[in-house]
């Protein structure tokens, strides 16, 4: 999944203002990084989607 894809996902499923916040202060469980650290950190945007999809009510179409 490219970035702008994960981007894309996340302003949907969160919100566009939304997405940005919870991806600084929310730690993902399984990965124990915020979404902004774990893509820092270059783990797969598909393993932090999968987590984000965990941690949220995310439509199972999403996911």
């Keep these: 999944m490219s970035l702008a894809d994960f981007w894309e996902r996340m302003d949907f499923v969160l919100g566009p203002v ?20 774990a893509i820092a950190a270059g783990v797969e945007t598909r393993e932090i989607w999968r987590a984000v999809c965990a941690a949220t009510e995310v439509p199972s179409a999403l996911i």
């Design 18 to 37: 939304y997405s940005r916040s919870w991806a600084n202060d929310f730690v993902l469980t399984g990965i124990g990084l915020t979404v902004v650290q």
